[in-house]
């Protein structure tokens, strides 16, 4: 489907809506729901595998013994970087600037999640993601485990369209 304008906003509006308590949990409550991201990739790595092979026509060896597993490795990565946030000053410099809009283009749709999204809810951001037109499936997938796990409403969310709709994310305040 296309997303319209309207769309955009309210899933920026929601995104908003969910910031401050997204913001107001320490690391280590953030690390539990990146943990509980990647062993819910772990769990469904077949279907998420099977769904990025018939996205963008990758080899089905590549999608389920390179990406998802990386993927799923990639969740666990920052959710110890979640973890470790408040203690490593390094680290505690790394603050979530708040709503960030994320564009994933069709080549490793599930790969480019994992380096956009996993870092952004490590640090306290909240996500509104535009999967490219010919590559949504398991961008949708995600969304629809994100739910599974409890993540809280408005932390991550995700708009279908073309170019018009990424047009609108970008330009939106």
């Not at 769904?51 to 110890?80: M, Y």
């Not at 790969?111 to 590559?135: D, H, N, S």
């Amino acid at each position: 489907t296309q997303g319209s304008d309207d769309e955009v906003d309210a899933a920026v509006r929601a995104a908003r809506a969910a910031l401050p308590a997204w913001q107001a949990l320490d690391g280590h409550a953030r690390a539990r729901y990146l943990y509980a991201l990647s062993r819910g990739l772990q769990r469904r790595a077949r279907l998420f595998a099977v769904l990025e092979t018939l996205d963008n026509g990758k080899p089905i060896r590549e999608s389920r013994d390179l990406d998802i597993p990386l993927v799923a490795r990639h969740f666990q990565h920052h959710a110890g970087w979640a973890q470790l946030s408040e203690r490593d000053p390094e680290l505690a410099a790394q603050r979530g600037v708040g709503v960030v809009g994320q564009i994933i283009p069709w080549n490793f749709p599930m790969l480019m999640l994992a380096w956009k999204v996993a870092p952004a809810l490590a640090t306290g951001c909240t996500v509104v993601l535009k999967p490219a037109e010919f590559t949504p499936l398991t961008a949708l997938l995600f969304a629809e485990l994100c739910d599974e796990v409890g993540l809280p409403p408005g932390v991550f969310n995700v708009v279908n369209g073309d170019g018009r709709t990424g047009a609108a994310l970008v330009a939106h305040e």
